[in-house]
């Protein structure tokens, strides 16, 4: 069966349908004993209603801290220092702890990597569900449990009626997952941050739960960021990608511009370092050195030490992301030359 | 199958997990003695000089042959034997393990890991001559010489899998087996330790057995390609061929479902079912349960592995040709 063409998200010029998620000019940081590290500096986005954003980087890049932060988790000594993070218009990073416990789950859900440490072992999986479905909802024990079947039935576990009276670990890991999105989705939130759902999952069932975020965000026009570090899992599950570096966004844009048209030279060193499945080459071109530690970042652009065209100018300012071709990039290759 | 100049040939091997319930509970629960059978009749040999590559899902038991390859466990049953290693001394393994965080000791400095194999084995006879040749070993990967006084902490992870590989490197070895040596590390710097990798097998001759779940690095570092589902190998076959052409319905059903990021196929159907249990396997074909092929035949009778053109398959579709079948989506 061919499903419809993708539904593309509508331009904010013409539709004034308001943003599950933006989030401008967030800084988070983390005090030290040796100074305070930036993880997260002036980063900006936004999620429309359907859209799955991907976020992608490699590790320490802050991809997660920026999923946490607009979950209101960040652990001590986490800090947001500047920016504001809105959530389907209200805004969320000032909220107190007890109001922030009432938006999540209710206004926006997470799915994080491991399934089996997500849901309580002690705990039937349908006691879980019923739980959280009565926390956000007014309904009822029996319309609870009824939910909670319809859930299970939606996220495609077979036998749900059964399924609802076992535990955790009796489920296989993908079914596990499939249980944490149906905990997500329990009270209809507006946005899921899915923080490496399919990371330890085997590529066949990785390719079921892409597919299983995929219907649910065009059907419930949920939007979903989608935080993970495989490139592939954002070609075929994500609408537009935000390209992480050192706590920055580096480039944005559609999935398919960043993929074919990469216009920052970090996103093209990381596209051409991906093996491709059609034909091999020789070497595989590689981005040498490793991405800076936070206490050691250089001046300027964070990339510029591994960067084959940096400049002096890379090296003394920090670039802003500015259109580039098809995209949005930080670099000075697009915003006045790298002199 | 063992070709002449093989490196190794694993001949029908078995390796059998006892994953029994404790004594006592057996004596009063009345249960029964379970056994797995993590790797079934694998038979497969290496021609020197080349890299062979097992791929399969978690649990497919891929990782259990480089384990026994490299005499980590014993086997079952069936035999594993080295060829002729070069200057008439039997052939020498080393293995590279997955996460250079937990294979390298943290309190000892890089150069005495490097070290170890080379004084174990009195490899040399001064330790100015071990110190020199951990220098060179250190420049081989890519790393300073004195880089060899500092601690595994002190490195990111793609160094600290470059230091993994000199001290495979360190005891000359002809032969090493490498159980997904990139899959804790970032892309870019995958790319470098693929690079490397690919540049020390020419330079120094080795042969590889890479062990891997990701689809992409083996087909860049493979000349043959053996796909395992539930402790069998079902299809084994050059590289280019089973990515152009894969036989068994498992080696299409995993080419079908890896993200591809040049070619998204972002509306498919979905590939129902997941891999069963190997504490109790379907009868007859162990794949039959999800494949859009499977007849009566396939669930009563287990398939050998056969050869059709240059590959090797152990399937009853193929073997009578009934690759034609309605997909699933269809059925």
């Known amino acids: 069966m061919m499903l419809q063409p993708v539904i593309a998200p509508e331009s904010p010029g013409t539709a004034p349908a308001t943003p599950v998620l933006e989030v401008s000019n967030l800084t988070v940081e983390f005090p030290t004993r040796h100074g305070t590290l930036t993880a997260i500096d002036d980063v900006s986005m936004r999620i429309e209603p359907g859209e799955i954003l991907g976020v992608v980087g490699e590790s320490g890049a802050g991809k997660s801290i920026t999923g946490l932060a607009v979950l209101g988790l960040l652990e001590a000594p986490g800090r947001i220092a500047g920016g504001e993070i809105h959530v389907a218009g209200r805004r969320v990073d000032t909220l107190s702890e007890e109001e922030l416990t009432k938006v999540r789950g209710s206004e926006m859900g997470a799915i994080f990597q491991d399934p089996l440490t997500a849901l309580n072992p002690l705990f039937s999986v349908g006691a879980q569900l019923v739980e959280t479905i009565r926390l956000h909802t007014e309904l009822n024990k029996e319309e609870a449990r009824a939910r909670a079947l319809h859930l299970l039935r939606e996220v495609g576990i077979p036998a749900p009626e059964e399924r609802l009276k076992q535990f955790p670990h009796q489920f296989s890991g993908g079914m596990r997952q499939r249980v944490v999105i149906a905990l997500a989705l329990a009270a209809e939130p507006g946005l899921i941050i899915a923080d490496e759902p399919t990371t330890a999952l085997d590529v066949s069932i990785q390719a079921q739960i892409t597919t299983l975020l995929r219907r649910l965000c065009k059907e419930h026009r949920t939007g979903i960021m989608l935080v993970t570090h495989d490139m592939g899992v954002i070609a075929e599950t994500a609408d537009r990608v935000a390209v992480m570096y050192s706590g920055r966004v580096v480039e944005t844009g559609r999935v398919e511009d960043v993929i074919h048209a990469p216009q920052h030279p970090y996103t093209k060193g990381l596209m051409a370092a991906i093996p491709s499945l059609h034909d091999r080459v020789e070497t595989l071109t590689q981005i040498d050195g490793s991405m800076p530690r936070l206490n050691t970042r250089p001046s300027g652009c964070a990339f510029n030490p591994r960067c084959p065209v940096a400049g002096p100018r890379c090296r003394r300012d920090r670039p802003e992301l500015v259109a580039a071709g098809p995209n949005r990039a930080a670099c000075f290759l697009h915003d006045g030359g790298t002199q | ?331």
């Open chain 2, 1 to 331: 199958m063992t070709a002449p100049d093989a490196i190794l040939s694993v001949d029908h091997v078995s390796k059998e997990f006892d994953v029994s319930a404790p004594w006592l509970n057996r004596v009063i629960e009345r249960k029964p003695r379970l056994f797995v059978k993590a790797v079934n009749d694998v038979s497969f040999s290496i021609p020197r000089g080349s890299c062979f590559s097992i791929v399969g899902e978690s649990g497919c038991g891929k990782s259990t042959v480089a384990r026994l390859v490299t005499g980590l466990y014993s086997t079952s049953g069936g035999e594993i034997r080295f060829g002729p290693g070069t200057a008439g001394r039997p052939v020498r393994v080393q293995m590279i393990f997955q996460d250079p965080q937990s294979s390298l000791n943290p309190r000892w400095r890089a150069g005495d890991i490097i070290a170890e194999p080379i004084r174990e084995m009195k490899l040399r006879k001064t330790e100015d001559e071990t110190r020199d040749r951990v220098e060179d070993l250190l420049r081989i990967v890519g790393l300073a010489a004195d880089d060899s006084a500092k601690f595994p902490h002190e490195f990111s992870g793609g160094q600290r899998q470059r230091i993994s590989i000199a001290r495979a490197l360190a005891s000359e070895p002809e032969l090493l087996v490498c159980d997904e040596p990139t899959s804790a590390l970032d892309v870019s710097v995958q790319a470098q330790i693929l690079n490397l990798m690919r540049r020390l097998q020419k330079e120094l001759g080795l042969t590889y057995l890479f062990i891997s779940h990701d689809l992409s690095v083996v087909r860049h570092m493979s000349d043959t390609i053996a796909v395992m589902y539930l402790g069998r190998i079902v299809e084994m076959a050059p590289a280019e061929d089973l990515f152009t052409a894969p036989q068994h319905p498992y080696s299409q059903l995993l080419l079908g479902t890896i993200p591809d990021i040049h070619a998204p196929n972002r509306d498919r159907d979905l590939q129902a079912g997941e891999p069963p249990s190997p504490l109790n396997p379907p009868p007859g074909c162990t794949f039959h349960p999800r494949c859009p092929l499977a007849d009566t035949r396939c669930s009563r009778e287990a398939p050998a592995l056969r050869e059709h053109g240059r590959a090797t398959v152990s399937c009853h579709a193929v073997e009578e040709g009934r690759t034609a079948a309605p997909e699933r989506s269809h059925a």
